[in-house]
């Protein structure tokens, strides 16, 4: 986890240092609309929007690993259950002594 967010500390400084070095303002077009705004503001929405676009492709696997991790965790439950049960069962018997045959 902690080399995860190094990697994107680094991302994201690279990302920064790249925008405040292309200060110039642009024309921005999409369809029909059209704007002026900062080449900063592009560049931080576009990235912005690759991270949401990257957690939103994760969600599934994310969910997926959950439902597994309670079901696994349900299933030890249940197998430490039968554990106990079975040494209650086997610690109730008496064993029979074996030097008394005749």
């Not at 080399?3 to 240092?17: C, D, E, K, S």
């Not at 405040?20 to 369809?31: A, K, T």
């Not at 969600?59 to 039968?82: D, T, W």
Request: hydrophobic share 55%; proline share 4%; no cysteine.
């Amino acid at each position: 986890m902690k080399a995860v967010l190094i990697v994107l500390v680094v991302l994201l400084a690279l990302v920064a240092a790249f925008a405040v070095q292309n200060p110039g303002v642009i024309v921005v077009r999409f369809l029909t609309f059209s704007g002026y705004t900062s080449l900063l503001v592009v560049i931080v929405a576009s990235f912005a929007a690759g991270v949401l676009s990257v957690g939103l492709a994760g969600l599934p696997g994310f969910f997926r690993r959950r439902s597994e991790a309670a079901a696994a965790a349900k299933r030890i439950r249940e197998l430490e259950a039968e554990i106990g049960n079975l040494k209650k069962t086997v610690a109730g018997t008496t064993p029979s002594p074996k030097g008394n045959a005749q």
